[in-house]
C-alpha cells in the first residue's frame, strides 16, 4: 500500500490550514499551524502572497488529497471514474472519497484521523458484511454493513475515539450495537460531505 511517509504537520503547513491529519494534536496548542501560520521551508513566508489561477487549483487538489490521504496516481483515477458517471463531476468525485472504507471507519468515529482508520483497516479489524477487508481504499456501497471485530471493540484507544470524539455521524451512515457497527444507508450527496475543498477547482485544474 503507497502511503506518504513524511512530516504530517508540514501537509498542514504547506495549505495553510488545518487538515486534522494527527487527531487530538490538531485541537491542541501543540499544532504547528498555530505557532507557524505559513508554508515551510526557507522561502515559507514569501508563499503567502495570493497565487495565480493555476496555483489556487493546485493547492486545492493537493489539499483533497491530503485531507483523504490519497497519491496522485489514485486521485487523478478517481476523477476519470467520477468524470465518466453522470451528474456533477466534482461532486461525483467527493462521494467516491467519502465511501472509501477507511473514511467511513473515520466519519464513525472509530479513529481519531483517517492514517489511523487505515491502520486499522490494513490491520483486519473490520468487518464488511461479514468478511474481513484489509484494503483502505475498499469501496462502500449503500447497505453495507461495516463492523468492527470483537479483539478491536476491546481496544482501548477505540473505545476512548467513541466516548470522547465530538464529531457527529454523517446522514447517509446509521450506527448500530452502541456504535460498533455503521450501516451505509445511502451514497453522500455534497450538502453531507463537511470537507472544506472547492471541487469546482479540481475539476477546473484536472480539465485543462
Not at 489514485?74 to 466534482?90: D, K, P, V
Request: charged letters at 30%; hydrophobic letters at 35%; aromatic letters at 6%.
Amino acid at each position: 500500500m503507497a502511503r506518504y511517509t513524511g512530516p504530517i504537520c508540514r501537509l498542514c503547513r504547506r495549505e495553510k490550514i488545518k487538515l486534522f491529519l494527527k487527531g487530538a494534536k490538531c485541537e491542541s496548542p501543540k499544532c504547528p499551524v498555530e505557532k507557524r501560520p505559513y508554508p515551510p521551508g526557507e522561502h515559507g513566508r514569501d508563499r503567502m502572497r495570493q497565487g495565480s489561477e493555476y496555483m489556487l487549483q493546485l493547492r486545492e487538489k493537493q489539499k483533497a488529497r491530503r485531507i483523504y490521504g490519497i497519491l496522485e496516481v489514485q486521485f487523478r483515477n478517481l476523477y476519470e471514474e467520477a468524470n465518466r458517471q453522470s451528474g456533477i463531476t466534482g461532486e461525483n468525485l467527493l462521494k467516491l472519497l467519502e465511501l472509501r472504507l477507511d473514511n467511513v471507519c473515520y466519519r464513525s468515529r472509530w479513529s481519531a484521523s483517517r492514517s489511523q482508520a487505515r491502520q486499522l483497516v490494513s490491520h483486519g479489524h473490520v468487518l464488511v458484511n461479514g468478511r474481513r477487508v484489509t484494503i483502505p481504499s475498499f469501496r462502500t456501497k449503500p447497505g453495507d454493513v461495516v463492523t468492527l471485530t470483537d479483539a478491536a471493540r476491546d481496544q482501548i484507544v477505540i473505545r476512548q475515539n467513541l466516548d470522547l470524539m465530538d464529531r457527529s455521524l454523517p446522514a447517509w451512515l446509521e450506527s448500530a450495537e452502541s456504535g460498533y457497527q455503521i450501516n451505509v444507508r445511502v451514497a453522500p450527496v455534497r450538502e453531507q460531505i463537511d470537507t472544506d475543498v472547492k471541487e469546482q477547482l479540481i475539476v477546473e485544474l484536472y480539465s485543462k
